[in-house]
């Protein structure tokens, strides 16, 4: 009979964190296989537009204390 998510996470809380975190890399492994095809190609090519942005002073950055400030004023 297989065990329940909750019943696994359970289990889980009682290894060190070492081993806990090499679990979630594992688990999250699973579902990034899972993505959509050419999705990650797509990331790929956003991060590098973005990068290009920035270094050519395209767009401008906000501090985040500024940008966290305008959010909680909404």
Same mark, same amino acid.
């Given at each position: 009979? /297989?065990?329940? =998510?909750?019943?696994?996470?359970?289990? =889980?809380?009682? !290894?060190?964190?070492?081993?806990? =975190? &090499? !679990?979630?890399?594992?688990?999250? $492994?699973t !579902? $990034? =296989?899972?993505? +959509? *095809?050419? /999705?990650?190609? /797509?990331?790929? @090519?956003?991060? +590098?537009?973005?990068? &290009?942005e920035?270094?050519? $002073? @395209? #767009?401008?950055? #906000?501090?985040?204390? *500024? !940008?966290r @400030?305008r959010?909680?004023?909404?």
């Open positions: 009979m /297989a065990r329940s =998510a909750r019943e696994l996470f359970e289990e =889980a809380m009682k !290894l060190d964190p070492k081993e806990r =975190a &090499t !679990l979630m890399r594992l688990l999250i $492994d !579902l $990034d =296989a899972e993505s +959509e *095809e050419g /999705a990650e190609e /797509a990331w790929r @090519a956003e991060i +590098e537009h973005r990068i &290009t920035l270094d050519s $002073d @395209a #767009v401008e950055t #906000v501090p985040w204390e *500024e !940008l @400030a959010l909680y004023q909404r």
